[in-house]
């Protein structure tokens, strides 16, 4: 039994089975070890992680207002720029970020919005406080898994759910399905997956099913008369109307990004610049989800709502600002430092992990360079217990939470939450052998 | 204020036949301030429709898609252009100051700079670029062949040796190191027979055409027809096309001429 | 599985329309594998132990195996054996796996079942046909979910269509029952008659001619390859 204020949660024991369960179901994810091919089971713990419900009141309301800010900046950053002429976001750190796309100048998405599905990181501190990690805005992935979960322990512990009043999460595919609805410029929505051996296909082929899309790859595409056409194998075309994209925008239109992109649709940017077809997310988004920019996110909920924000950001210097420099040359051996050039948990240091001379190398790696870094104060997150052998063990977890922008900003009432399996590890990457849990939000 | 008539045309013709062909050509002059197209008219064979829009650099992009068997693909522009200096252009986009795909300078290039700007007493952007093209014509010498449309700054600058690509790139990376924003031009100008590319200059105000091959400032025997960062926003033709074809000819010819 | 309102009307794609092509056939050759090598176990463990060899000639395939055993468990079990019954089910789930918002998860759900029976039964003591019964109960399964969750009946159509092609091309080459052939045959003309025209799947007029009147006339019996390939060249010239 897991003890909450006031109550008793039952929770789900019977892991093996619902493993099974998923198993069958196909529930899987791809990658690459030495050059070949796998696909591996993404390993469940039933232990969930339960959020009660005035809580998740707030971390929505946080996190809606977190989406919005980020929507609102990246028009911004692409129209006027408004919040760079008004010195709130510096404009060095926009246009050297590698997700800032000038081909997306002046284009306008359908219903303006960028970032569909934001996929906002957090973690729960020490002290109970939720953080924010990081934003996705590009292609957040993750949300397939536990809503087969959900799924199959309803189905395998059909107790578990009838004595805890947990907030239904199947509504995802309905959420997702409104948004793509919302800005479809006329035809089907399709969701476009780079194929079969992607790591996330499961997925792409799960969300397909549940929302209706169709799924497809760039093979069967076109464009002409700057619209999107799927051929059919009678010698027709169907229009697509708004194209959920799994690859990311380098790779999206050879003509106009990479050209050696063997993925992507030719021309698609003519037809989305004309406004013919919505892309989910919209294009450029990556400038808004930088390290460098993440710091200036709380500044942001200010400028373009007028509101605090309330969920806070990890603690963050950046060395770019003098005062902020001097803390964190004196401090360095305590913060983390992280490169906002690099992606994909490279370019980040532990200042304790350095020796005295390294830490006397990289202050003067900052000073020369203090636009590069973004410094935080290490947080101390809450470990969450998983299943181990039988026995209940604690591990570091994060918590992905998906916000859906459509006619309205709506959060899911669920989430990814993803540990690491190995004791002493923050990385909780699902290809680095961390599994998940199912996110349970309280209805009472 | 001059009146030009230009004409391009390039003939592409491929070893076999190709099919699901979906191209975005730039080469329709561009109209701003300085440069009104009086006319300008099209054509593409095959025949094929197309749909016209303007990119976030501000160029025409004409796409279309050929689905059907085809060994060849001609475009050709006619038309005239009335140029005029005296008034100037003001379409500033940020990303101009910073370094871009070809541009990104290695550590030659960048020594390079920082001996030239030491030696530079200048403070008008203008005049930093013709400081620093005075230097680099000395350097690097014109020679076609050695380099190709995917050469970047740094590589050629190591060569010592290019066309008018790689001077335009090469300026443009010591443009921006000393913190001066500029862009990449293709187009068509009197000296030069096939497709000719060049830069400008951001004076703080409006844009300063120079041509590095040539080092000397542009004059209104010059035809914008595309521009961006560098080489890579301005290729006059992008395609993708399937097929069992594994050589492709491309056929430029282009005039300018003054109208009377 | 709760899904949202599905709205699509008939779009399917060429690459989809030839994966589920190849589904059909593919299920169906495990499904066709697994029982004749049931009805071969039969004579084999007590009237003609050499009786396999027949099932090698109906192949061209020469007698690596020395045993009847050892012939069984590579037949149903070697995945690397293009003729087993594993193959089979790997490539059909291959062509499965893409198909997945067209066939639904629970479909999808049967295929990975019956690869993990296959290769959980690999190893039980107990006699081969004992293992393979369950398998067919879950092939069982995934022909009728199948049929029940798929709304869009030009992918009913031509999956159940590639089965059939799938089984009356093993029956010609297995040698089985001229009736059983007939049959096969006629459900197959029933299901080619619904694709539509100008598509992948479309039947070529002449072969099916030839092809029908083979089998009418029983000449097919001992010209067998001729048959197969007219079965082959069934769809020539069909819009692809």
Known sequence: ?444 | MKLLNFSFSTKLTFDNYVHNHSFALRCMPIESEVQHIVNCEMSISPFVPTKITIDAFGNTVTAGYISKEHRFLDFEINGCAEIDLSKSKTDYMPCYLYQSEYTKPDKELTDFYADVSAKCNAKDPFERAVFFSDILSDIIQYEKGVTDTKTTADLAFELKKGVCQDFSHIMLSLLRMDRIPCRYIAGLAACDGETHSWIEVWDGEKWLGFDPANNCPVNEDYLVLSQGRDFGDCSIDRGVMFGAYTKQLQLITSSLTTAY | MDTVTIERKSNISTEHSSRIYWLGRYTERAFTTLKSLERLYDKVIDRDPEHYKKYLDCFGLNDIYGDYKKFFRSFIFDKDNCCSAAYSLERAYDNGIVLREEISTDALAYLQLAKDKLESSENTPQGLVVAMMPLEDILYGFYGCFADHVYNGEIRDIFFCAKSVERVELYIRLKYRSEKILSESERMCEFLKRIPENTPYRYNEKNLEGLMKMIYSKEYIGRESEAISLIARLFDGGAI
């Not at chain 1, 949660?9 to 369960?21: G, K, S, Y």
């Not at chain 1, 997702?176 to 499961?202: C, E, H």
């Not at chain 1, 000073?367 to 290490?378: D, G, H, K, L, S």
């Not at chain 1, 101390?380 to 918590?399: H, S, T, W, Y």
Request: with cysteine.
């Open chain 1, 1 to 444: 039994m897991i003890k909450m204020k006031n109550r008793q949660i039952l929770p789900v024991t019977n892991a093996d089975e619902i493993n099974q369960l998923l198993r069958r179901y196909g529930v899987k994810f791809g990658v690459y070890k030495n050059g070949q091919f796998k696909e591996q089971f993404f390993p469940f713990d039933p232990i969930p992680r339960i959020i009660e419900s005035e809580k998740f009141k707030v971390i929505e309301k946080g996190l809606v207002q977190r989406a919005d800010a980020l929507n609102k900046f990246l028009f911004d950053i692409y129209h006027g720029k408004n919040i760079i002429r008004d010195g709130i976001v510096p404009e060095d750190f926009v246009y050297i970020s590698s997700g800032y796309l000038p081909q997306c100048e002046g284009v306008t998405p359908p219903e303006n919005i960028y970032s569909h599905i934001s996929g906002i990181d957090l973690v729960e501190g020490g002290d109970g406080e939720w953080y924010i990690l990081e934003d996705n805005l590009r292609i957040p992935s993750g949300a397939s898994y536990p809503l087969i979960a959900r799924e199959l322990t309803r189905a395998a512990s059909p107790d578990v759910f009838s004595e805890n009043g947990v907030v239904d999460n199947r509504n995802y595919a309905k959420l997702l399905k409104d948004t793509m609805d919302f800005v479809n410029r006329g035809g089907i929505n399709a969701i476009l997956t780079p194929g079969r051996y992607n790591a996330a296909y499961f997925e792409h082929s799960y969300l397909a099913e549940l929302t209706g899309a169709a799924l497809v790859q760039n093979d069967e595409l076109y464009v002409e008369d700057n619209m999107l056409w799927q051929k059919t194998y009678s010698g027709g075309k169907t229009r697509i109307g708004a194209l959920y994209r799994r690859i990311s925008d380098e790779y999206l239109d050879p003509l106009t990004f990479n050209s050696q992109s063997l993925i992507g649709i030719p021309n698609l940017m003519e037809a989305y610049r004309s406004g013919n077809v919505a892309i989910i997310n919209s294009l450029g988004n990556g400038v808004a989800d930088d390290k460098g920019i993440y710091y200036f996110v709380p500044k942001m909920i200010e400028y373009y709502l007028g509101e605090k924000a309330i969920l806070k950001n990890a603690p963050t210097y950046l060395p770019f600002y003098e005062e902020d420099r001097d803390y964190v040359l004196k401090n360095i051996h305590k913060l983390v430092i992280k490169d906002v050039a690099e992606a994909g948990g490279y370019g980040v240091v532990f200042g304790s992990d350095l020796s005295e001379e390294k830490l006397a190398d990289f202050r003067k790696t900052i000073i020369n360079e203090p636009r590069r870094f973004i410094a935080q104060e290490v947080i101390d997150f809450k470990d969450l217990p998983i299943l181990e052998n039988g026995e209940q063990v604690m591990r570091k977890a994060d918590l992905r939470a998906f916000v859906l922008s459509g006619e309205t900003t709506r959060v899911w009432a669920s989430g990814l939450t993803r540990f690491s399996r190995n004791p002493d590890s923050f990385v909780v990457n699902s290809s680095q052998g961390g599994g998940f849990k199912d996110t349970w939000i309280l209805s009472r």
